[in-house]
């Protein structure tokens, strides 16, 4: 994979995953949509300057459109599921942490 095919799949996959149209990201972008589009399909690439953009755009550093890496959700509390013991064992070691935090003062 190229870097350009790896910034192309990080791209459409965080604009994906933040639910953002092509139209909406240039509009973020200050560009065209056309331009997008054509970033998307591999016939241009984007200046240090747009990219700087497209990440703001994004809520992104930089960097994390050349990341090797699978592109996830924020972890959020509906995702986290425990069962009633698993529960019970995590607030427990919460209470005893605590517990030896107050000790010290």
């Known amino acids: 994979m190229t870097i350009q095919d790896l910034f ?4 459409k996959g965080y604009r ?3 639910k953002i149209s092509q139209m909406q990201m240039a509009a973020l ?3 065209s949509t056309g331009y997008i589009g054509e970033i998307e399909s591999g016939k241009r690439f ?6 700087e953009r497209i990440a703001k755009a994004l809520q ?3 960097y994390f459109l050349f990341k090797n890496e699978p592109i996830s ?3 959020s509390n509906s995702t986290i599921k425990l069962a ?3 529960k019970k064992e995590l607030l427990n070691k919460v209470n005893s942490a605590f517990s030896k935090i107050l000790d010290g003062f």
Do not use: G
Not at 46 to 51: E, G, Q, R, Y
């Open 8 to 11: 192309i799949a990080n791209l």
């Open 16 to 18: 994906k995953l933040r």
């Open 29 to 31: 972008c200050d560009s």
């Open 46 to 51: 984007p200046s240090v300057n747009m990219i």
């Open 60 to 62: 992104i550093e930089s």
């Open 73 to 75: 959700p924020p972890v």
């Open 84 to 86: 009633p013991s698993q």
